[in-house]
């Protein structure tokens, strides 16, 4: 699985080639389809891999630091995407690789669509720990929103045309923006 | 131009063949390499294109209509790249590839850079004329975060997991969103 997210993020989906991916990972080609069946296969399973990847994600907090509170928790989830790391730049990648190919691979939109519902929820239930009394709904669109911006921003930082830092204030200040704007009703 | 955006569109840079482009524009490949000069001269020049044919967009607007409030301007502005519309569609995917493109293809960098520049300008400059006590700074970022989510919203919209009317709605939030924000300071 490390390999395919390597070859997705190199080569994009539609370059991907199993016998590269063999190479990659230091095993046959008829292993690979023994054990993903086929093409889609690899997709899918690799487009479950970088989103396990994505949650184990850690920042550099020693393990006997105090608990975070519900707001940098909040923060921390969505910043995590965007870290000047070499494993997350490659997961980033990959991950843009698999939802642009979407457009024309059918088979993978369930898997993608599951992946940002997660996504969506896990920030609207940190956004509801600070916001109990927001509606159900106004605290999925504004996760909606957050995670939305931070896919955008996190391409425009991977192509290299937005400042990683810059990318992560701008994201800090949508999250003080949508939770005044919880709080308001 | 409508070639290159068509096969970028469909193949993805990494899949650009200039043999293939020459076939879709009835051209020999001769002919492309004397225009372009190269594989990067093609790239740029279609980014300049998608992005001169995105500033023409148009709506369903009769010629005779009422001009726009500025509200209605900065929302058409940023809903112009969410349509159900074949070139919107076309554009957008080569847009999303162009930019997915440059995190390996240094060369195009400037020039994403400069169109990324020159929307979030458009925008900050419709955003300052229903906010003209807000500062210069406090107008760009809110641009950059207004851009950034369509960018997002539109990529999730392309890939089919995120209907567009909904993508439409989440964006038009967002601008009530910002410019509450720009009032308060």
Redesign the interface.
Known sequence: MEAAARVIA???V??LRVEELAAEAGVSTALIYYHFKDRAGILRRTLEFINDRAAGYTTDRAPDAPALGPRQELEQALLLELQDDAEVRENS?AW??L??S???E?DL?ED??RA?LIWVQEIAELLGRMRPLATAAGLT?AA??L???????S??W?????PLEHAR??VR??VD??L??LERR
Do not use: K, Q
Request: charged share 30%.
């Open positions: 190199r080569r994009g539609r370059g990648t843009g690789e939802r642009a979407a457009i024309f059918p939109r993608l669509a940002t669109v909606e929103r995670t939305g911006l931070v896919e955008g921003l391409m425009r991977l192509s290299g045309v937005l204030a701008l200040d949508a923006a949508e005044a704007r």
